[in-house]
Structure formats: structure tokens, C-alpha cells
């Protein structure tokens, strides 16, 4: 029990000696509930934040993986845009050189 809650409480609000011991146990008490739940709650709001830390790792890995795969999309794509263009082209000037040869 705090000793200085106790006098004040005794002196200045004029109670008994019991009752001013229960008041002070009374107060004691839930300030220590108070640090208690405040100490959970630190751990906890840690505990948040290593936890988005690893889910954040996981999505940039995550993206990294991605981006590989879509620039491997990409060249696919360009090669296959590249192929039609091509023998588009081709077909063009074999139609273009049969109408004109004699």
C-alpha cells in the first residue's frame, strides 16, 4: 500500500484508519490494472506490427515473382505481335508481286 496515498487520504479527507487503507488498496489496485492493460496493449500493437512487417515482406516477394513473369509476358507477346506483323507483311508483297508479274 502506498504510505503517501494513505496519509493524504486519512488527513485531508478525514476518513479512518481501515477505511482509508481500503481506499488506497482500492485505488492501487486498479492503477496497477490500468499498467497492466497498458503493458498488454503495447505487446499487442507489436505484435500488429511484426506481423504486417512479415505480411509486407511476403508481398513484395510476392511482386518481385510477379514482374518477372510479366516481363516474360511481355516478350512473348512482342514476339508474337512481331510474327503476325511479319507475315502479314510477307503475304502482302507474294499477293502484290503475283497481280503484277506478267
Do not use: C, W
Not at 26 to 33: D, Q, S
Not at 37 to 59: G, I, M, N, P, W
Not at 74 to 86: E, N
Request: glycine letters at 2%; zero cysteines.
Amino acid at each position: 500500500m502506498n504510505s503517501k496515498l494513505y496519509d493524504s487520504l486519512k488527513s485531508e479527507l478525514g476518513l479512518a484508519d481501515d477505511q482509508a487503507k481500503r481506499l488506497a488498496n482500492a485505488i492501487e489496485e486498479v492503477v496497477n490494472e490500468k499498467i497492466n492493460f497498458s503493458r498488454l496493449e503495447d505487446y499487442a500493437a507489436k505484435h500488429d506490427l511484426t506481423v504486417t512487417r512479415q505480411h509486407l515482406v511476403a508481398t513484395k516477394r510476392d511482386i518481385a515473382m510477379m514482374g518477372s513473369s510479366i516481363r516474360v509476358t511481355i516478350y512473348i507477346v512482342a514476339l508474337i505481335q512481331f510474327l503476325a506483323t511479319t507475315s502479314t507483311l510477307a503475304i502482302i508483297i507474294s499477293l502484290l508481286l503475283r497481280h503484277f508479274r506478267p
